[in-house]
């Protein structure tokens, strides 16, 4: 066996939860290994769509407009009956006001994760590809994984019989992050439990090179009877994702489907013609319903497909997985560098299993509407609701209630224990909110909190210019924290409700800590105290 190696976090997996983490560790200067089995980054597209959380998330790593030129913003989705257009949805810009990324955008997995390793590699650090984990043990101080090589016939059958401890390398960090799919082998070591359900239902992905008389950027639904047919413009000449479900399958354990069958239904849904002139890749599948009973267990943490799986619907699995890394990595930062106590890491568990358990639910609810075999149902589905949706998706009010759902931005932790609502009783936006996006100075105002710390942000009518207080918060706590005084605009007051001065604390993750009218240094000496253990 080689020598111990010791680093501070290892990660075990390298798809886009994984690779998000290592990038934001990077960011705060934290040291880590991240290995994975495969041999390098997936050359399927997979997960499709980039919501505008995650760009913003991107957007702090440089990488967002990057993948906005590569990717292809949604512009609508036609909702098609009997190969007629039913309703529309203008995606364009639903969220226009609300994120400086107002769109959905898609952008097939295979880019995301290649987006990320280039950013890994770029700041001098490197995946160990094919490389398992076999053992995990852990105690009050840290972790000692044991990974070895995957042989030739383990990356295509899954074998481990060919490997000896002799092979192995021992890795002692500190803290260890399982991002490593569904059939989580840290999830297994760790013997924590994954409830939830297998839906009957038989569904299809193909990736296919097809002729279509489709728009450029628009999405098609097409139902029938107990069909249904989504298909997606990718990047590319005739490029595009075809999913649907197989109820002539549903409730056999091992059905064999030929290619040619779905190719069929495609074309007996959509009702429109359609030649499909190559075939990239297709494959059935079962949708699981699933969560780690717990996201942490000691010094071991879960995220992305590892923690929860659900239904694809709304494209949330990816943005979700992203967003586990993101709210970890600050965490695990600041107890690792000694300005947060260890109980900061029990939020992991108590914000992203919460969220977990509302997205399992909402994307349940969505994907059997897609897919209900009950005749009402089908009936309302067909004829009503397509119009019915893109009828009130032209006003802003149910744009500013849709897009925040479909996007995340609008995931808060208002009930969870990082939230401190002394004060923000009268304010619109409360504590566990996300920062509302506003421009400001001809900007985004996101481009303010950049840097990975926490944010006190003084909204000033022009009367003071907090000099003092920005001096003595930068002074004492400049690793920690910095400050920003921003204009009292009208936009600000409409969103905050507020039309004097105020203060928030911003987390590094973008959701504020505490918002309030007592504008002093003790309100933010007093959180970092009481609320994350260091002042």
Known sequence: MNKTVKTDVLIVGAGPTGLTLAAQLIRYGINFIIIDQKDGVTNLSKALVVHARTLEIFDELGLAQQAVVNGEIAQEADFLINGRVGGKI??????????????MLIYEQSKTEQLLYDYLQKHGHEVQWGTKLTTLKQDQ??????????????????????WT??????????????????SSPVRHLLNIGFEGTTNARMFFVADVEMKFAGDAGTLYVAFHDNFFILLVPMEGTQHWRLIGNLPDYDGQSEPQVNYEEIEQKVKDVIQQPLDVTKVRWFSTYRVHTRSAETFSLGRCFLAGDAAHIHTPAGGQGMNTGIQDAYNLAWKVAFVLKEMAADTLLATYNEERLENAKKLLASTDKFFDLMVNGNRLTRFLRDNFVPGLVGFLAQFGVTREAIFPSISQIGINYRQQSLSQHVDDTDFRVKAGDRMPYFRVEGGNVYTHFHNPKFHVILFSDGEQDFANLTNSLTNQYSDRLDTTVLPLLPRVVHLFGIDEPFMVLLRPDGHIALISQTINEFTVINYLMNTIGKG
């Open 90 to 103: 203008d995606f364009g810009n639903m969220g226009q006001g609300l994120s400086p990324f107002p769109y």
């Open 141 to 162: 101080h840290g972790v000692v994984a044991m990974v070895m090589p995957v042989s030739e016939q383990e990356q295509t059958q899954a074998s481990s019989a060919a």
């Open 165 to 182: 401890e002799e092979n192995g390398q021992a890795i002692e960090a500190k803290f260890v992050v399982g991002a490593d799919g569904a």
